[in-house]
């Protein structure tokens, strides 16, 4: 790992984004937890912010950005790396993974928090012994020819690639880390898109003055790729 972070590993059953949120208080920030597995790359670090939640809750993008470079740094040549907004990732279509962000249940919205925790999963090789096209809306990272990059790998790249964004944060303000996100979205046509103060995603269509709304809070409370029954990416 770069030198900020310190390393906690657990076993394969272990469930890296709950483990963190759990010693987030006492470990402090820059403790990542990663769970060794063969067949996803599972990780999620501890974050501090002074910022009311509010608008702390937007270094969850600074996340999903890392995440996404750490792939693209593996990513075959033409291979797109996407995100559904907000928090899912797919790879030429294929869903691999996504993000997701947690934070204390007290917390108040105008208070700053003490902690954030980050966390993210990709499916790095394919379990179900299926063919590729029975799911073809989801994918692996072997399946995109992604080589040995494998949970080791994907786990260090992100790890840089968060203090790049981050630094980007800190030199450029939040709008660079705003502007790398939002080039990863579908593009909708005749639309413009905006990452508000909150984290809320606004789209206004060109020429008109109304913008549409999506609230981050609520779209963070279940991940959209994740199944509940298997623990892992959705099929």
Not at 20 to 45: H, K, P
Not at 123 to 145: F, K, N
Not at 193 to 222: C, M, P, T, Y
């Amino acid at each position: 790992m770069p030198p900020p972070f310190t390393l906690v590993r657990l076993r394969e059953s272990g469930d890296a984004f709950a483990h963190a949120c759990r010693i987030a208080a006492t470990s402090g920030a820059g403790t990542l937890v990663y769970v060794g597995r063969f067949d996803l790359a599972e990780f999620a670090v501890v974050l501090e912010s002074n910022e009311p939640l509010r608008t702390a809750r937007r270094a969850f993008y600074a996340g999903m950005v890392a995440l996404t470079d750490a792939l693209r740094a593996y990513a075959p040549p033409m291979k797109a790396v996407t995100i559904d907004w907000p928090d899912a990732v797919r790879i030429d279509g294929g869903l691999v993974g996504g993000g997701r962000l947690g934070w204390a249940t007290s917390a108040r919205e105008d208070e700053p928090r003490p902690w954030l925790v980050f966390g993210a999963m990709t499916r790095t090789v394919a379990m179900t012994g299926e063919d590729a096209g029975i799911h073809p809306l989801a994918s692996a990272l072997e399946q995109e020819g992604f080589g040995e990059a494998g949970a080791v790998q994907v786990t260090e790249s992100f790890a840089r690639h968060l203090m790049l964004a981050f630094d980007a944060w800190q030199v450029d303000g939040f709008e660079s880390v705003a502007r790398d996100y939002l080039a990863r979205l579908p593009r909708e046509r005749q639309t413009l898109q905006r990452i508000d103060e909150n984290g809320d995603l606004l789209v206004r269509r060109i020429g008109s003055s109304r913008a549409r709304r999506h609230g981050l809070v609520e779209a963070l409370r279940e991940p959209t790729w994740l199944d509940p029954e298997t623990g892992g990416p959705r099929l």
